[in-house]
């Protein structure tokens, strides 16, 4: 099937999610080419952040920096992630959306569109060279980890049920306590 010409061109597409105005606490994200517009998080999602959150600092092997709904410019998109895992003081003096590099791990935390953290997001995470996604995957109850980007996916996914424990790779060197989680 030939892809379809978007009646916008490229620039003209992101030039206007660039000028784009959300509502408080609402979230625009473009992804492939398509403007997503999110409404404020549930609790139960906020609370599995939290959750994440304090696994990240009380338990990784190394200091982190972990910024909520970080923008990220990836080679399909720009993307806020649930969470951003770097090094301390990263994006220090970045820009709202900046370059992935050094990044090394993006979290999501499905809501009411799973199909674009489990696809689309996850190829644009890869095709931008981020070493680890983890995909909270609410509906399906399960917590995925995405490691060894290659081109636009991953080369290893590693799944675990709700409950059962999650061993994150260096420089995290934790297991992650997956049983909080809803």
Not at 30 to 41: K, N, Q
Not at 95 to 115: H, K, M, Q, R
Not at 149 to 154: A, F, Q
Request: proline share 12%.
């Amino acid at each position: 099937m030939p892809a379809v010409e978007h009646p916008l061109g490229r620039d003209d597409v992101l030039q206007a999610f660039l000028a784009l105005e959300t509502p408080p606490g609402f979230k625009a994200e473009l992804i492939e080419g398509e403007i997503v517009v999110t409404p404020p998080p549930d609790g139960s999602h906020e609370t599995t952040f939290s959750l994440l959150a304090r696994q990240f600092y009380r338990k990784a092997a190394v200091d982190l920096d972990l910024a909520p709904n970080k923008g990220l410019i990836t080679p399909t998109g720009r993307y806020i992630p649930d969470g951003t895992v770097s090094p301390v003081e990263h994006f220090i003096d970045a820009d709202p959306w900046a370059l992935p590099t050094g990044v090394i791990l993006v979290f999501e935390v499905t809501s009411t569109n799973p199909d674009k953290d489990r696809g689309p997001k996850r190829h644009g995470y890869a095709a931008a060279g981020i070493p680890c996604y983890l995909l909270v995957d609410r509906s399906e109850r399960k917590v995925v980890l995405f490691t060894s980007p290659e081109g636009d996916d991953y080369t290893v996914h590693t799944h675990v049920e709700f409950g059962k424990p999650l061993d994150l790779p260096a420089p995290f060197s934790f297991t992650l306590d997956t049983g909080p989680l809803r």
